[in-house]
């Protein structure tokens, strides 16, 4: 446990709880650092193989703490812009992570912890969810990457009704556009979530990581470029370990069994 951070292992799964029911699971300061140094120690560990994040009490985060927010309102523009960088370095560290995330949302994740939830890979989420980028509401504009995120999945006003009224949006409308990837009955998501990542887990290590970043790439690449970065994955990885362990499980038509990264 790190402050308020839970973590636990189910298999090759590593489970990672923001538990701090009093506070709905807000997120601060010292939250970012030590979330995102559990993720980069997931990210070398070869035991682990997915990562599954979620929030305790079922509620998956409310976002900023708006008592720390008005702490650092009467600092000087280079401190609170620091804050601002710690939140950054650790949505950062979910990216780079070359191991599949997943978010299991129960509740709601509102500001920054809609943030966290968007920065996964994945997103499985109860049906009486919502996400809110609340930020408005407190005379504050998006971060975390709310508007990267959003931008290359929703339509424009979509995003403006969202970051310009800060009102909660239910999963299922979400969900039908494609930015929610599983929905569950509630109290649910975490189960399901965690049946996705043991799925996940067992898969190819190395071409799961190499498919994060071509997915990341290709939000900003020309057709051209993703076919030579396609070009150079594909034939990397027809001369690995992986590739050599899935065709002959193919063909010998049993389950592969992929070695560890």
């Known amino acids: 446990m790190t402050g308020k ?17 009093t506070t709905r ?17 997931a990210g070398a560990d070869a035991a682990v193989r997915a990562i599954v994040v979620t929030g305790g009490s079922g509620f998956f985060s409310s976002g900023g703490n708006v008592r720390g927010l008005r702490e650092r ?11 601002v960088n710690r939140l950054h370095k650790m949505i950062r560290a979910l990216r780079a992570c070359p191991k599949p995330i997943l978010a299991a949302v129960e509740g709601g994740a509102a500001g920054a912890g809609a943030s966290l939830a ?6 499985v989420a109860a049906r009486d969810a919502y996400i809110s980028i609340a ?33 909660r949006i ?13 929905l569950s009955d509630s109290g649910q998501a975490l189960n399901d979530a965690l049946t996705l990542a043991k799925e996940l887990a067992e898969g190819p290590p ?26 150079d994955a594909i034939a990397e990885a027809l001369g690995g370990a992986e590739a050599a362990e899935g065709i002959a499980a193919f063909f010998e038509k049993r389950k592969p069994a992929f070695p560890p990264r």
């Open 118 to 123: 968007l920065a996964c890979d994945m997103i």
């Open 170 to 182: 239910g999963v299922e409308r979400l969900h039908a556009l494609g930015l929610i990837n599983r």
């Open 135 to 167: 930020y408005v509401k407190i005379g504050l504009t998006p971060d975390g990457g709310a508007t990267a995120f959003l931008g290359h999945a929703l339509p424009r006003q979509l995003v403006n009704e969202m970051a310009m009224t800060g009102g």
């Open 5 to 21: 951070i839970e973590t636990r292992r189910e298999g090759p799964v590593l489970v990672i709880v923001n538990n701090d029911p």
């Open 73 to 83: 309102a009467n600092a000087d523009l280079a401190e609170r812009r620091a804050g």
């Open 25 to 41: 699971n807000a997120l601060g300061w010292d939250f970012y650092g030590d979330f995102a140094n559990i993720i980069a120690l």
């Open 206 to 231: 190395q071409a799961l990581a190499k498919i994060k970043d071509l997915a990341a790439e290709a939000e900003h690449a020309s057709l051209d470029s993703q076919l030579d970065r396609e070009a």
